[in-house]
């Protein structure tokens, strides 16, 4: 909510606490047919989205949840031809996938057009691989697609969603995993967005849990910083038919593209967990 000191508030009401932003100007506010979606002029930040009261990007510090959601599951796997991302509406996610020469494709399927037009608007930085010929965006249902999908039809498939509620709720659960481990290739990887280690414990559990029961064999969580996001510490959840320890550590420390946060020493640190978390899960 944006308060009359012109300080835009998200309250964690669960957790006792809140994140500020201070604010310039609001450039536009839509309710979609899915969510209400307001974008902000910040003092420090940027440009901010804001989905249904939720902070969700901004100019400052997007690239941590962009490149983490997307080069280390892209270097862990062995050859990934083809990327579905599902969701990821502000297509910062897209734009890192194409910065690998070896991905031949990328569908980004996004439920509510309205993300990505007001993305490209207002965060044209994000929507420069739009046009890629690798590319293709979808306005689709998310879940329904990977139903309709081929078996063995992809390489990774990386799930960008908002928080594990309204339109997002389908894709955190068994029925949804079992799909798409239906659809990946033989070394095919999931990842998804798992909220924070400090706040949302039960949840990276139950995924965990969840995405074993639907058939992988392998989990891993990685961890980094986002500010904007509850507690300021984010994680990402993969899901593997094989080992996820390894990856081509050479060619991510020759990476062909330039990065903010993403390097090799990164990707190996990112997976080491804290001990809560490894006692939580052994």
Not at 94 to 111: D, G, N, R, T
Not at 176 to 181: G, K, N, P, V
Not at 204 to 217: D, N, V
Request: hydrophobic residues 40%.
């Amino acid at each position: 909510m944006l308060n009359d000191d012109n300080w835009f508030t998200e309250v964690y009401p669960k957790h006792g606490s809140a994140l500020s932003i201070e604010i310039k100007a609001k450039l536009h506010e839509e309710q979609t047919a899915f969510q209400k979606i307001e974008i902000y002029d910040t003092e420090w930040f940027g440009k901010l989205m804001v989905i249904d009261g939720c902070t969700m990007v901004t100019d400052r510090d997007n690239f941590l949840y962009h490149e983490m959601m997307t080069h280390p599951v892209l270097y862990t796997h062995p050859n990934p031809k083809t990327v579905w991302i599902i969701g990821g509406g502000d297509c910062g996610s897209l734009k890192e996938v194409l910065k690998h020469p070896e991905v031949e494709s990328a569908v980004q399927i996004e439920i509510d057009e309205g993300v990505t037009r007001l993305a490209e608007q207002y965060f044209p930085e994000l929507c420069s691989s739009n046009r890629d010929p690798r590319a293709q965006l979808l306005f689709i249902d998310g879940i329904q697609w990977v139903k309709d999908a081929a078996d063995a039809s992809v390489d990774i498939i990386i799930v960008d969603s908002t928080d594990p509620v309204g339109p997002a709720e389908g894709l955190f659960n068994q029925a949804f995993y079992q799909q798409c481990l239906r659809c990946l290739r033989p070394d095919g990887i999931l990842v998804q967005q798992s909220e924070s280690p400090l706040f949302h414990m039960d949840l990276i559990e139950s995924m965990h849990q969840t995405m074993k029961s639907a058939g992988f064999t392998s989990t891993r969580t990685l961890f980094f910083p986002q500010f904007i996001y509850p507690s300021g510490w984010w994680s990402g959840t993969m899901a593997g038919k094989g080992d996820l320890t390894h990856f081509r550590e050479q060619a991510a420390q020759n990476k062909p593209f330039a990065s903010r946060y993403y390097n090799a020493e990164i990707h190996r640190a990112a997976f080491v967990a804290p001990q809560f978390f490894r006692e939580a899960l052994p």
